[in-house]
């Protein structure tokens, strides 16, 4: 998670671990842009994100200029930051621009949400996992006690999860038929990245690292939980039976290994550098 400091001049709106977030989160990371991340709980952000110009939902970037509420509209905004060569969305006249444009929509409409849905699906009933993922994207300093905040108080959280359960399966459809409905979406994507791949492709649109890149591996992460995520994520033997099951299959298939490698290889990087040997 980025912390800049309190001049640092953008400001974005997370639930931390939202993989939304993530993705405006590595292009910003990327391109160098100095931001102070405000993280919120769910159903917490709604109000915060309204009052930074956005809309109910996050990442909200809050800039000089005005918000960009959309995680796409951030990745744009931060190629702005990037020399051309290096910009997440090729521009004119290179023949790919098309091709990572409508990747990264695709994957931005399909797999983002099928990915959030599979996973509450299995996580939400789990009440000590549900805590355990939240009091780890919002870490307190040592001997912080009653100073934490009030939802990362276990007694406090056995009042407020299940209301936040019951709102988010109800506002995100989150029953077995939907997940079962994102599992199929899921592996569409997950398929098509497969056979885009089999031709030993370094990356989805050639030969060098794009927005559908950023954006696959960032609403995979939920699925094959990379290592490099800024927000720890539970190992695969961590999470219910059946999806440490999932993650561990999508790994070890062509698209999950692939963004695990953009994880391992360029989470870190900034735009134009190059891994060390």
């Keep these: 998670m980025s912390e800049p400091g309190a001049g640092a001049p953008f400001r974005l709106v997370t639930i931390p671990f939202s993989h939304y977030c993530e993705k405006a989160r590595w292009a910003l990371d990327r391109a160098g ?22 809309g109910r939902t996050v990442p909200v970037l809050v800039t000089r200029a005005g ?14 930051f990037v020399p051309s060569e290096h910009a997440l969305f090729f521009r004119e ?10 990747l990264e929509e695709r994957f931005d409409r399909q797999l983002g949400p099928a990915t959030r849905r599979v996973v509450y699906y299995h996580l939400l009933p789990d009440e000590a996992l549900s805590y355990t993922l939240l009091a780890r994207s ?10 934490s905040p ?25 029953d077995a038929a939907g997940a079962e409905r994102s599992l199929g979406k899921l592996r569409a994507v997950f398929d098509a990245v497969n056979e885009r791949l089999r031709d030993g492709r370094p990356f989805l649109a050639g030969d060098r690292f794009s927005a559908a890149d950023l954006t696959f591996a960032a609403l995979a992460a939920p699925v094959i939980l990379p290592d490099g995520y800024p927000v720890p994520l539970p190992a695969p033997g961590e999470v219910p039976a059946a999806l440490g099951a999932l993650v561990e299959a999508l790994r ?7 963004a695990l490698r ?11 550098e190059t891994r060390a040997a």
């Excluded at 006249?93 to 409508?102: I, K, Q």
């Excluded at 070890?252 to 692939?258: D, I, L, N, Q, S």
């Design 138 to 147: 919002f870490p307190l300093p040592e001997g912080a006690g009653a100073a």
């Design 93 to 102: 006249p290179d023949p790919r621009r098309d091709d990572v444009a409508s």
């Design 33 to 54: 842009v100095p931001y102070r991340e405000d993280a919120y709980p769910p159903l917490g952000h709604a109000v915060p994100a309204l009052r930074a110009g956005g």
């Design 252 to 258: 070890a298939e062509p698209a999950g290994a692939f």
């Design 150 to 174: 009030w939802w990362l108080r276990r007694g406090a959280f056995r009042v407020y999860f299940p209301a936040v359960r019951a709102l988010m399966n109800r506002a995100m459809r989150i």
């Design 67 to 80: 918000a960009l509420r959309d995680s796409t509209d951030i990745l744009r905004y931060a190629d702005g």
């Design 262 to 272: 953009m994880y391992r290889e360029q989470r870190a990087l900034k735009a134009g």
